[in-house]
Protein backbone atom coordinates (compact mmCIF):
# COMPACT_ATOMS: atom_id res chain seq x y z
CA UNK A 1 0.00 0.00 0.00
CA UNK A 2 1.37 3.57 -1.37
CA UNK A 3 0.63 4.52 2.64
CA UNK A 4 2.72 2.00 4.19
CA UNK A 5 5.51 3.17 1.54
CA UNK A 6 5.15 6.51 2.50
CA UNK A 7 5.21 6.32 6.45
CA UNK A 8 7.56 3.37 6.88
CA UNK A 9 7.41 0.48 9.24
CA UNK A 10 4.88 1.03 12.63
CA UNK A 11 7.17 0.66 15.70
CA UNK A 12 7.17 0.98 18.94
CA UNK A 13 8.73 4.40 19.41
CA UNK A 14 10.75 5.69 21.58
CA UNK A 15 10.87 8.79 19.83
CA UNK A 16 9.00 11.29 21.14
CA UNK A 17 11.01 10.75 24.56
CA UNK A 18 14.24 11.31 22.34
CA UNK A 19 12.76 14.15 21.00
CA UNK A 20 11.99 16.17 24.47
CA UNK A 21 15.23 15.31 25.87
CA UNK A 22 17.18 16.65 23.55
CA UNK A 23 14.77 20.23 23.29
CA UNK A 24 14.99 19.93 26.90
CA UNK A 25 18.94 19.75 26.78
CA UNK A 26 19.08 22.58 24.34
CA UNK A 27 16.56 24.97 26.69
CA UNK A 28 19.14 23.92 29.70
CA UNK A 29 22.73 23.91 27.85
CA UNK A 30 21.87 26.76 25.58
CA UNK A 31 24.62 25.88 23.37
CA UNK A 32 26.46 28.46 21.46
CA UNK A 33 25.87 28.27 17.54
CA UNK A 34 27.77 29.48 15.28
CA UNK A 35 26.19 30.52 11.94
CA UNK A 36 27.76 31.46 8.54
CA UNK A 37 24.05 31.84 6.73
CA UNK A 38 22.41 33.85 3.93
CA UNK A 39 21.03 37.08 3.99
CA UNK A 40 17.65 36.33 3.86
CA UNK A 41 17.56 33.68 6.39
CA UNK A 42 19.59 35.48 9.12
CA UNK A 43 16.58 36.63 11.43
CA UNK A 44 14.31 33.39 11.46
CA UNK A 45 17.27 31.27 12.36
CA UNK A 46 18.59 33.84 15.15
CA UNK A 47 15.67 33.49 16.41
CA UNK A 48 14.44 29.90 15.99
CA UNK A 49 17.53 28.82 17.99
CA UNK A 50 16.31 31.81 20.77
CA UNK A 51 13.30 30.20 20.88
CA UNK A 52 14.66 26.93 21.04
CA UNK A 53 16.78 27.89 23.75
CA UNK A 54 20.04 27.91 22.28
CA UNK A 55 22.44 30.73 21.84
CA UNK A 56 23.24 32.06 18.20
CA UNK A 57 25.82 34.06 16.93
CA UNK A 58 26.14 35.33 13.10
CA UNK A 59 30.01 35.59 13.22
CA UNK A 60 30.95 35.01 9.65
CA UNK A 61 34.59 36.89 9.17
CA UNK A 62 37.20 35.20 8.66
CA UNK A 63 39.34 37.48 11.09
CA UNK A 64 37.23 36.37 13.68
CA UNK A 65 36.83 32.47 13.08
CA UNK A 66 40.51 31.66 14.79
CA UNK A 67 39.40 32.60 18.06
CA UNK A 68 35.64 32.38 17.87
CA UNK A 69 34.43 28.97 16.59
CA UNK A 70 36.47 26.95 19.07
CA UNK A 71 33.97 28.14 21.21
CA UNK A 72 30.99 27.40 19.69
CA UNK A 73 29.53 24.13 20.57
CA UNK A 74 28.21 23.73 16.57
CA UNK A 75 28.76 25.51 13.51
CA UNK A 76 25.91 25.63 10.85
CA UNK A 77 27.09 26.40 7.12
CA UNK A 78 24.47 28.13 4.77
CA UNK A 79 25.60 28.85 1.33
CA UNK A 80 22.18 30.33 -0.06
CA UNK A 81 23.27 33.90 -1.11
CA UNK A 82 26.82 32.24 -2.21
CA UNK A 83 29.88 34.62 -3.03
CA UNK A 84 33.41 34.27 -3.79
CA UNK A 85 34.54 36.24 -0.44
CA UNK A 86 32.07 34.28 1.82
CA UNK A 87 33.91 31.10 0.40
CA UNK A 88 37.28 31.08 2.46
CA UNK A 89 35.37 32.12 5.69
CA UNK A 90 33.39 29.22 5.34
CA UNK A 91 36.04 26.78 4.73
CA UNK A 92 38.33 28.48 7.48
CA UNK A 93 35.35 27.81 10.02
CA UNK A 94 34.55 24.10 9.24
CA UNK A 95 38.17 23.29 9.32
CA UNK A 96 38.12 24.64 13.03
CA UNK A 97 34.88 22.73 13.89
CA UNK A 98 36.39 19.75 13.12
CA UNK A 99 40.23 20.37 14.61
CA UNK A 100 38.45 21.54 17.87
CA UNK A 101 36.04 18.47 17.60
CA UNK A 102 32.75 20.38 17.40
CA UNK A 103 29.76 19.24 15.01
CA UNK A 104 29.37 21.55 12.03
CA UNK A 105 25.79 21.16 9.66
CA UNK A 106 25.98 22.00 5.92
CA UNK A 107 22.76 23.74 3.96
CA UNK A 108 23.50 23.21 0.69
CA UNK A 109 20.93 25.67 -0.84
CA UNK A 110 19.90 25.46 -4.46
CA UNK A 111 23.15 23.21 -4.72
CA UNK A 112 22.82 22.47 -8.48
CA UNK A 113 21.69 26.12 -9.32
CA UNK A 114 25.33 26.68 -10.64
CA UNK A 115 28.47 25.48 -11.29
CA UNK A 116 29.98 27.64 -8.75
CA UNK A 117 27.82 26.89 -6.22
CA UNK A 118 28.08 23.33 -6.84
CA UNK A 119 32.05 22.80 -6.23
CA UNK A 120 31.39 25.15 -3.30
CA UNK A 121 29.15 22.77 -1.83
CA UNK A 122 31.54 19.82 -3.33
CA UNK A 123 34.35 21.57 -1.21
CA UNK A 124 32.84 22.00 1.96
CA UNK A 125 31.62 18.40 2.00
CA UNK A 126 35.12 17.12 1.70
CA UNK A 127 35.67 19.57 4.82
CA UNK A 128 33.80 16.66 6.70
CA UNK A 129 30.34 18.10 7.69
CA UNK A 130 28.19 16.16 10.67
CA UNK A 131 25.22 16.61 9.04
CA UNK A 132 24.21 17.87 5.41
CA UNK A 133 20.48 19.06 5.44
CA UNK A 134 18.96 20.01 1.95
CA UNK A 135 15.69 20.05 0.25
CA UNK A 136 15.05 16.78 -2.19
CA UNK A 137 16.36 18.67 -4.67
CA UNK A 138 19.33 19.94 -3.24
CA UNK A 139 20.45 16.66 -2.19
CA UNK A 140 19.72 14.89 -5.98
CA UNK A 141 22.08 17.78 -7.57
CA UNK A 142 24.92 17.37 -4.49
CA UNK A 143 24.50 13.54 -4.72
CA UNK A 144 24.98 13.48 -8.38
CA UNK A 145 27.17 16.42 -8.25
CA UNK A 146 25.80 17.26 -11.90
CA UNK A 147 24.35 20.41 -12.92
CA UNK A 148 20.87 19.17 -13.47
CA UNK A 149 17.28 20.73 -13.87
CA UNK A 150 17.23 23.08 -10.88
CA UNK A 151 14.16 25.63 -9.86
CA UNK A 152 16.71 26.98 -7.66
CA UNK A 153 15.94 27.46 -3.80
CA UNK A 154 12.53 25.11 -4.12
CA UNK A 155 11.88 22.09 -4.26
CA UNK A 156 11.11 20.94 -7.37
CA UNK A 157 11.06 16.82 -6.03
CA UNK A 158 9.22 14.99 -3.39
CA UNK A 159 11.66 13.99 -0.20
CA UNK A 160 10.83 10.44 -1.08
CA UNK A 161 12.47 10.56 -4.85
CA UNK A 162 15.62 11.65 -2.99
CA UNK A 163 15.93 8.43 -0.81
CA UNK A 164 18.72 6.58 -2.80
CA UNK A 165 20.75 10.10 -3.34
CA UNK A 166 20.54 11.23 0.22
CA UNK A 167 21.80 7.19 0.97
CA UNK A 168 24.92 7.17 -1.58
CA UNK A 169 25.72 11.23 -0.38
CA UNK A 170 25.68 9.97 3.51
CA UNK A 171 28.06 6.70 2.19
CA UNK A 172 30.46 9.00 0.15
CA UNK A 173 30.64 11.61 2.39
CA UNK A 174 29.98 9.95 6.12
CA UNK A 175 27.55 12.63 7.10
CA UNK A 176 23.85 11.92 8.32
CA UNK A 177 21.67 13.48 5.65
CA UNK A 178 18.59 14.95 5.73
CA UNK A 179 15.94 15.54 3.05
CA UNK A 180 13.09 17.70 4.16
CA UNK A 181 9.43 17.65 2.90
CA UNK A 182 6.17 16.29 3.48
CA UNK A 183 8.24 13.94 4.86
CA UNK A 184 11.30 14.70 6.46
CA UNK A 185 14.38 11.71 5.39
CA UNK A 186 17.28 11.37 7.52
CA UNK A 187 19.84 8.59 6.77
CA UNK A 188 23.38 7.68 7.77
CA UNK A 189 23.46 5.50 4.70
CA UNK A 190 22.30 2.72 6.11
CA UNK A 191 19.30 3.71 8.41
CA UNK A 192 16.58 5.70 6.77
CA UNK A 193 14.72 7.61 9.38
CA UNK A 194 11.28 9.53 8.60
CA UNK A 195 9.92 12.69 10.94
CA UNK A 196 6.44 12.68 9.23
CA UNK A 197 5.66 16.34 11.24
CA UNK A 198 5.21 19.61 9.44
CA UNK A 199 2.50 21.71 7.43
CA UNK A 200 2.47 22.60 3.67
CA UNK A 201 2.71 26.06 4.78
CA UNK A 202 5.99 26.34 6.16
CA UNK A 203 6.99 26.18 2.00
CA UNK A 204 5.22 29.20 2.04
CA UNK A 205 7.86 31.02 4.50
CA UNK A 206 11.29 32.06 3.22
CA UNK A 207 13.92 30.11 5.16
CA UNK A 208 11.86 27.59 7.01
CA UNK A 209 14.18 25.12 5.79
CA UNK A 210 17.77 27.04 6.49
CA UNK A 211 16.40 27.40 10.21
CA UNK A 212 15.43 23.87 10.92
CA UNK A 213 19.24 23.30 9.78
CA UNK A 214 20.15 25.31 12.52
CA UNK A 215 18.02 23.58 14.93
CA UNK A 216 19.73 20.63 14.00
CA UNK A 217 23.16 21.97 14.37
CA UNK A 218 21.66 23.05 17.93
CA UNK A 219 20.66 19.64 18.84
CA UNK A 220 23.64 17.79 17.64
CA UNK A 221 25.53 19.79 19.72
CA UNK A 222 23.80 18.50 22.84
CA UNK A 223 24.35 14.96 21.62
CA UNK A 224 27.16 14.95 19.24
CA UNK A 225 27.46 10.81 19.63
CA UNK A 226 23.91 10.59 18.19
CA UNK A 227 23.73 12.47 15.17
CA UNK A 228 21.26 10.67 12.93
CA UNK A 229 19.31 10.66 16.35
CA UNK A 230 19.81 14.80 16.65
CA UNK A 231 18.53 15.63 12.98
CA UNK A 232 15.52 13.83 12.78
CA UNK A 233 14.37 14.62 16.38
CA UNK A 234 14.73 18.30 15.67
CA UNK A 235 13.18 17.94 12.42
CA UNK A 236 10.25 16.99 13.88
CA UNK A 237 9.88 19.36 16.90
CA UNK A 238 10.32 21.92 14.11
CA UNK A 239 7.32 20.33 12.28
CA UNK A 240 5.14 20.06 15.64
CA UNK A 241 5.75 23.92 16.41
CA UNK A 242 4.64 24.54 12.93
CA UNK A 243 1.40 22.19 13.23
CA UNK A 244 0.67 23.37 17.07
CA UNK A 245 1.45 27.46 14.79
CA UNK A 246 -0.79 26.24 12.38
CA UNK A 247 -3.71 26.17 14.66
CA UNK A 248 -3.34 30.00 15.30
CA UNK A 249 -1.94 30.78 12.10
CA UNK A 250 -4.05 33.27 8.51
CA UNK A 251 -1.24 33.04 6.35
CA UNK A 252 2.21 32.61 5.71
CA UNK A 253 3.60 35.95 8.00
CA UNK A 254 1.09 34.77 11.00
CA UNK A 255 2.33 31.35 10.91
CA UNK A 256 6.06 32.72 10.95
CA UNK A 257 5.06 34.43 13.96
CA UNK A 258 3.35 31.16 15.46
CA UNK A 259 5.49 29.32 14.21
CA UNK A 260 8.79 30.76 16.91
CA UNK A 261 5.63 30.96 19.51
CA UNK A 262 4.87 27.73 19.66
CA UNK A 263 8.84 26.33 19.10
CA UNK A 264 9.33 28.35 22.91
CA UNK A 265 6.28 27.15 24.18
CA UNK A 266 6.70 23.29 23.61
CA UNK A 267 6.03 21.14 26.59
CA UNK A 268 6.04 17.54 27.30
CA UNK A 269 2.86 16.87 26.87
CA UNK A 270 2.37 18.30 23.39
CA UNK A 271 5.93 16.66 21.94
CA UNK A 272 4.48 13.34 23.39
CA UNK A 273 1.54 13.33 21.73
CA UNK A 274 2.77 14.66 18.22
CA UNK A 275 6.34 13.72 17.48
CA UNK A 276 5.86 11.19 14.45
CA UNK A 277 8.89 9.68 13.33
CA UNK A 278 8.96 5.65 12.29
CA UNK A 279 12.14 3.83 10.49
CA UNK A 280 12.20 2.72 7.26
CA UNK A 281 15.29 0.49 7.60
N1 LIG B 1 4.55 19.39 2.29
C1 LIG B 1 5.01 19.60 3.52
N2 LIG B 1 4.29 19.19 4.59
C2 LIG B 1 4.74 19.40 5.84
N3 LIG B 1 5.92 20.02 6.14
C3 LIG B 1 6.68 20.43 5.11
C4 LIG B 1 6.28 20.26 3.76
N4 LIG B 1 7.24 20.77 2.96
C5 LIG B 1 8.21 21.25 3.77
N5 LIG B 1 7.87 21.05 5.06
C6 LIG B 1 8.67 21.46 6.23
O1 LIG B 1 9.08 22.79 6.01
C7 LIG B 1 10.42 23.01 6.48
C8 LIG B 1 11.28 23.55 5.35
O2 LIG B 1 11.47 22.53 4.41
P1 LIG B 1 11.73 22.82 2.87
O3 LIG B 1 11.89 21.49 2.21
O4 LIG B 1 10.72 23.76 2.34
O5 LIG B 1 13.16 23.52 2.98
P2 LIG B 1 13.94 24.43 1.98
O6 LIG B 1 13.45 24.20 0.57
O7 LIG B 1 15.38 24.29 2.23
O8 LIG B 1 13.45 25.89 2.50
P3 LIG B 1 14.22 27.30 2.48
O9 LIG B 1 15.19 27.24 1.35
O10 LIG B 1 13.13 28.31 2.30
O11 LIG B 1 14.90 27.48 3.77
C9 LIG B 1 10.89 21.66 7.03
O12 LIG B 1 10.73 21.68 8.44
C10 LIG B 1 9.95 20.64 6.38
O13 LIG B 1 9.72 19.53 7.20
C1 LIG C 1 15.17 32.98 -1.24
C2 LIG C 1 16.60 32.71 -1.01
N1 LIG C 1 17.53 32.99 -1.98
C3 LIG C 1 18.77 32.69 -1.62
S1 LIG C 1 18.87 32.03 -0.05
C4 LIG C 1 17.18 32.17 0.15
C5 LIG C 1 16.50 31.74 1.41
C6 LIG C 1 15.91 30.39 1.33
O1 LIG C 1 16.84 29.39 1.11
MG1 LIG D 1 16.86 25.59 1.77
Redesign the pocket.
Given at each position: MEEDKVRGKAEPSGWPAKAWSLLSATRSESPLIQCITNFV?MDLMANTLLSAGASPAMIHSADEIPDFTPHARALCINV?TLSADWLPAMKLAAQFACQSCKPWVL?P?AAGASGFRLKACLELVELKPTVI????S?VIALSKASLGPSKG???SHE?TDAVEAAKSLAQASGAIVAV???V?IVTDGERVVG?H????M??R?????????ALIAAFVAVDPLHALEATVSA?SI??VA?EMGMNLAKGPASLRMHLIDSLYGLDDAVVHSRVSITSFS
Amino acid sequence: MEEDKVRGKAEPSGWPAKAWSLLSATRSESPLIQCITNFVSMDLMANTLLSAGASPAMIHSADEIPDFTPHARALCINVGTLSADWLPAMKLAAQFACQSCKPWVLDPVAAGASGFRLKACLELVELKPTVIRGNASEVIALSKASLGPSKGVDSSHESTDAVEAAKSLAQASGAIVAVSGAVDIVTDGERVVGAHNGVPMMQRITATGCSVTALIAAFVAVDPLHALEATVSALSIFGVAGEMGMNLAKGPASLRMHLIDSLYGLDDAVVHSRVSITSFS
